[in-house]
């Protein structure tokens, strides 16, 4: 439908993606360029990432959120995390496995499960729950019966994030039931209030967790293929032992460029922070005066917005896409409960935001 309406020579306002529109920070780039040029890094990379990737990454993790990590056992690359999330059912879902995931979630992780035969039990998020799941409605047979769990805060696409409460409750559910807990962290550093933390600072989750990061938001990298897995041992082993019989790990130009990124001067994050939320502060205000009811965005660069009695997330997208050239997301592309939303990106300069405001009043929803 997409490209029908840019055939049309209409303007299209893109904020379907989550690919951040500003380019990498440049100590970065000029990081990747130096490496580039040195022959060590054209061979085939360590696999599990250079001793050297893994200590920057466990530097990272230690001082952001206060979780020491063996850089040797407790921390291995990635492809870009979602790599890793595809790859670690391949380690831990064997066939009947069942396999708790949110909905509405990040699609690899019911896809995931069923690319390895396991089965999908999906755990509503709404917004009477704050978007967390509500463990105690998982019936007995089911967590019982269950391999893993998958959890993402800051999320994609409510743009909630989770409290250590909830966080103790999981480890607390996960312990009594011999769940593994993998938390994909993503958008860790892309939230307007306080910092979010890591599942694994919760006590006993390194007993059972796994928690993915990723370059791509926290540095304007998606298109670099870099990330990191950390957490409990067993489970590092068991997704580097997959990586090492499917790929051959990442560039280490890249790896080079990732650690000083990773190590390097933090302040492009905090200003790129300001720059969402200049974004998300506008995009509110122009939903709020037209009367349609967005949910707070504590996290991510995402808008999470109830539709309109009368549409549903798919024809209320259809009708944006088609009469005003706004590119939105339809909340059913997210699993059912995602049904009743659209989610907007804030992935476009202020504006285009201003401008796409101003087409949704036209239409008068
Ligand atoms: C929730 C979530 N997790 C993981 C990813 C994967 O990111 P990457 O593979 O670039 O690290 C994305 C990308 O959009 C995402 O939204």
Redesign the pocket.
């Given at each position: 439908m997409k490209k029908e309406v840019a055939a049309r020579g209409v303007d299209l306002i893109s904020l379907g993606i989550?690919d951040p529109d500003q380019p990498t920070f440049p100590h970065i780039v000029r990081a990747l360029a130096e490496a580039a040029t040195r022959p060590a890094n054209h061979r085939y990379p360590d696999y599990e990432g250079l001793p050297s990737f893994r200590a920057a990454a466990a530097s990272f993790v230690g001082a952001r959120f206060g979780v020491e990590l063996d850089p040797a056992t407790e921390v291995v690359s990635l492809i870009?995390?979602?790599?890793g999330?595809a790859n670690l059912a391949v380690a831990f879902v064997d066939p009947g496995d069942v396999v708790l995931v949110p909905d509405p979630g990040?699609p690899v992780y019911g896809i995931g499960t069923l690319f390895n035969g396991g089965t999908v039990y999906r755990m509503p998020l709404t917004a009477e729950n704050g978007f967390l799941p509500d463990l105690a409605a998982i019936p007995e047979d089911v967590a019982r019966r269950a391999k893993l769990m998958w959890l993402?805060y800051p999320n994609?696409p409510t743009a909630a994030v989770a409290t250590v409460g909830f966080f103790a409750d999981v480890v607390e559910f996960a312990t009594r039931h011999g769940i593994i807990v993998a938390h994909?962290n993503?958008?860790s550093e892309i939230y307007y209030d306080e910092p979010p933390p890591s599942f694994l600072a919760t006590p006993g989750a390194r007993a059972l967790g796994i928690e993915f990061h990723?370059l791509?938001k926290t540095y304007n990298m998606?298109g670099w293929r870099v990330?990191f897995a950390v957490g409990n041992r067993e489970l590092v082993a068991g997704l580097g032992k997959v990586k090492t019989n499917v790929d051959s790990g990442v560039f280490q130009a890249v790896q080079e460029a990732a650690i000083a990124a990773l190590t390097g001067d933090q302040t492009p994050v905090a200003e790129m922070r300001q720059v969402y939320r200049a974004r998300r502060d506008l995009l509110l205000g122009g939903l709020a005066r037209l009367g349609l009811e967005a949910q707070p965005v504590r996290g991510t660069f995402y808008v999470w917005v109830r539709v309109p009695r009368g549409f549903t997330s798919a024809s209320l997208t259809a009708k944006l896409l088609q009469e005003i050239g706004v590119v939105v997301t339809p909340g059913s592309g997210f699993g059912a409960a995602g049904e009743g939303y659209i989610r907007f990106s804030l992935t476009v300069p202020e504006a285009r935001l201003r401008e796409a405001v101003a087409r949704l009043e036209r239409l008068r929803l």
């Open positions: 989550g870009g995390s979602k790599e999330i990040y993402g994609n994909d993503a958008y990723s791509s998606t990330g």
